[in-house]
Every structure is written in structure tokens, then in C-alpha cells.
């Protein structure tokens, strides 16, 4: 079945490093992808999102790139902070109600 | 800000008691969720409601029971819950499937210690 496949965690980085998060998909057609965001204590928070390929979605310096031929939506930063230490999920659409989500990377940012 | 309001943010309740979990959202979305996330693990999708129906129940047990007031108010109503119920109970709306990219607009959720 559909699925999401994201790097096992946790991530341990120094601040101002380069972050690469690795998530790949499986689905047929071509589902909107998103990463969210849950940082301690609540709720998750959509981070970007693309709907087609090859699409970028950016936001708070992160960027993440649509890839259909590599079934690929890895999430990118170049400079990490301490306020990024959060888990992050991939998550694609499934043209219904409801939403796969990769298992989380817990990225840990130290100063 | 978040523009899903969930209460209370914190619940510890018995075994024997009944509470319910309330949400609230006013960006006109006509689709309303409740998820139940799990320590160091993804949320688990529990119902849906699509225009204050239900339109997906997840096969969860009887002990939780959803109800959509409006399309504004989402409650999910405890009874008899036993302590692996425990966990981070949230509640996400979005648009009307039709008009929607998938985007889900989470609250804080209510985080539910069953004793």
C-alpha cells in the first residue's frame, strides 16, 4: 500500500549546520506532499508543502523538492538554530480525508 | 497562533469516569479530525467529519464516541477508558475535500492520563 519512509531519528546537529531530513513516498499518481513540524509540548504545525512535481516548498529557511522520478521529498536546511530542535514529519495526501505519515525525525540542535 | 482551539490541555481521569475533549475552529473548514498520537510516534487518525457527518471512523472503540455540534465544534466524548487510552488526543480541520490540497490545521491538543 501507500506508504512514507522517512530517516530514522533522532538527529543530533551543532547550531548553523547543515540539516538534511530524507523522506521517499510510494503512491500512484501524484499525491501533495508536506513536512509538519511538532515542537515539545504541541500540536503539529504544516512547515511546507508541494503539490506537483518538482514543485519547492520553502519556509523558515527550510526547502524541500518534489522529486517524482526518485519518489523523493527530502527536507533541507542550511543553518539550523536551537529553536529548530523539534520532530519533524512527512506526510503525503491521499486524494481523500486521510493522511499518511511518515514514522518522525526528532531533530535535536545544539548550541 | 494556533486557529484550532482544543480544551482542556491537560485531563487525567479514572477508569470509571466520563469526560469529553473540545475543539473549536473558525476558518470555515468543513472537515474536522481527531487523531491520537502515541509517545515518539505519528498521529493515528480516529474520525473525520465532512460537513457534520461522520465520515470515517477508524474502527475505534466504543469508549470513544465523536460528536459534531456545528461546523465549528468538534467533542469527543470518554467513557470507560482504559490507561493504554492514554496519549496526545488531536483535533485538525481543513477545507472541504474537493477544494483541499490535503493541508491539515492542527490544535495543542489534550494530552489524557487514564489512571
Known amino acids: 500500500g501507500d506508504s512514507v519512509t522517512q530517516m530514522e531519528g533522532p538527529v543530533t546537529l551543532s547550531e548553523e549546520a547543515f540539516l538534511t531530513i530524507n523522506c521517499t513516498y510510494t503512491a500512484t499518481g501524484y499525491p501533495s506532499l508536506f513536512w509538519y513540524v511538532q515542537y515539545p509540548g504541541e500540536g503539529l504545525q504544516l512547515l511546507l508543502k508541494a503539490t506537483k512535481a518538482d514543485d519547492k516548498g520553502s519556509n523558515k529557511g527550510f526547502e524541500a523538492t518534489y522529486r517524482k522520478e526518485t519518489t523523493s521529498f527530502h527536507l533541507e536546511k542550511g543553518s539550523v538554530q536551537v529553536s529548530d530542535s523539534a520532530v519533524y514529519f512527512c506526510?503525503?495526501?491521499?486524494?481523500?480525508?486521510?493522511?499518511?505519515f511518515g514514522a518522525g525525525t526528532r531533530l535535536f540542535v545544539k548550541a | 497562533d494556533t486557529e484550532v482551539t482544543q480544551t482542556p490541555k491537560h485531563l487525567v481521569m479514572g477508569m470509571t469516569n466520563k469526560k469529553s475533549l473540545k475543539c473549536e475552529q473558525h476558518?470555515?473548514?468543513?472537515?474536522m479530525y481527531w487523531y491520537k498520537q502515541k509517545a515518539k510516534k505519528p498521529p493515528e487518525l480516529m474520525f473525520v467529519?465532512?460537513?457534520?457527518?461522520?465520515?470515517i471512523n477508524e474502527s475505534v472503540p466504543s469508549r470513544f464516541s465523536p460528536e459534531c455540534p456545528n461546523s465549528s465544534l468538534l467533542n469527543l466524548h470518554l467513557h470507560a477508558l482504559q490507561p493504554e487510552d492514554s496519549a496526545l488526543y488531536l483535533c485538525a480541520s481543513s477545507q472541504e475535500r474537493s477544494a483541499n490540497t490535503g493541508e491539515l490545521f492542527f490544535g495543542e491538543g489534550s494530552r489524557l492520563t487514564v489512571l
Open positions: 506526510a503525503r495526501d491521499t486524494g481523500g480525508f486521510k493522511t499518511i
Open positions: 467529519y465532512s460537513y457534520e457527518k461522520l465520515s
Open positions: 476558518m470555515g473548514h468543513r472537515a
